[in-house]
């Protein structure tokens, strides 16, 4: 059955009057929801803001979004190392906006650290990502396990990082995007999980996890360009419903601490970088909040229209 067909089904459900008439954001009853048996996924496509040539234009914040966060502009494309380090937030049904209190409802969020991935600002088609998905569905009692994953040039979608890396909410995880100087043939991701105790990931702070996954540099035609570092949250459709971004989940605030090193070892901070929210007007219009702190942090937190 085709997703539209499906939607409008469900819109004339039994909990279709209660809500406001918003394509995809329609209640599901229990046996409708195909994602009963199975975790939950979100599909990973690349959509690219924007791009013109070697510098990249963000939208007008009016424009739809469904990206917030900050982006850095690399201009001589020698990034090296890319690090996030994050601490995963609970995934909750939000209660304010026109997707609030729908119990029987899916939400999600999208966390990712990002080399050329949320502009294709060169054309050589390569991203390298890291990132956590969080959950919540009301079909399945509420809050799901998060979901760990990374995504090199060539893959059509993420790969989890699976039982060996497992993440749960409050958990305080750093990823680091390896690209390697100009010419290498290897890129790699770093995935280390702090656990819930721990304040900081910097000097004396030992992971409980850490798998690090080697990925070639370039594959299926796409290599990336290192020109572009982005953190980023991200309202992404679940898969086999790609039409309508999923609800985003009421995440409260993250904050993106953040690193950039350079091919001659320099380190950088996010002076230049340029902030851009979730912008989506059947979710209630600006759904994060995104700054800048201290040149070192990305801060988005969830809003709903511009309070
Ligand atoms: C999200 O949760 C926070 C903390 O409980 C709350 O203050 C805020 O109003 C909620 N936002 C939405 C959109 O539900
Ligand atoms: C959602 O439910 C909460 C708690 O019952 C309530 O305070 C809030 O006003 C509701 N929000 C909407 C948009 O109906
Ligand atoms: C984390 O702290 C809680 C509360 O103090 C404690 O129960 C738990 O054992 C600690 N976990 C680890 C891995 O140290």
Redesign the pocket.
């Known amino acids: 059955m085709k997703p539209t067909v499906l939607f409008t089904l469900l819109a004339s459900g039994a909990y279709a009057a209660a809500t406001p008439a918003i394509p995809g954001y329609s209640p599901r009853t229990r046996g409708m929801n195909p994602h009963h048996h199975a975790p939950l996924r979100l599909l990973h496509t690349f959509t690219p803001i924007s791009t013109s040539g070697k510098s990249f234009r963000l939208l007008a914040s009016s424009t739809e979004s469904t990206k917030g966060g900050a982006i850095l502009g690399l201009p001589d494309n020698d990034l090296s190392t890319v690090r996030t380090t994050i601490r995963i937030p609970a995934a909750?049904m939000?209660?304010?906006?026109p997707t609030?209190n729908n119990t029987v409802g899916e939400y999600a969020a999208s966390f990712w650290v990002g080399i050329d991935s949320a502009t294709d600002a060169c054309g050589a088609g390569g991203s390298l990502r890291a990132g956590v998905d969080i959950f919540w569905d009301g079909t399945l009692g509420g809050q799901q396990t998060p979901f760990a994953w990374y995504q090199g040039p060539g893959q059509a979608d993420v790969v989890g990082f699976g039982g060996g890396f497992p993440v749960g909410e409050g958990d305080l995880v750093r990823l680091t995007l390896e690209a390697g100087p100009a010419g290498g043939e290897e890129i790699a991701v770093v995935a280390e999980n702090f656990g819930r105790n721990v304040t900081r990931a910097d000097e004396g702070a030992v992971p409980v996890r850490k798998v690090r996954k080697v990925l070639p540099a370039e594959a299926g035609g796409q290599k990336l360009c290192r020109g572009e570092a982005a953190w980023m949250v991200e309202d992404f459709p679940l898969q086999g419903r790609p039409e309508f971004p999923t609800a985003l989940a009421?995440f409260?605030s993250v904050t993106f601490n953040t690193g950039i090193t350079l091919d001659d070892g320099t380190e950088k901070d996010l002076t230049g970088a340029e902030v851009l929210d979730i912008q989506l007007e059947a979710q209630g219009g600006r759904l994060t909040s995104c700054e800048v702190v201290d040149d070192r942090n990305v801060k988005c937190a969830?809003v709903?229209g511009d309070n």
């Open positions: 909750k939000p209660t304010a906006g609030a009421n409260t969830r709903v």
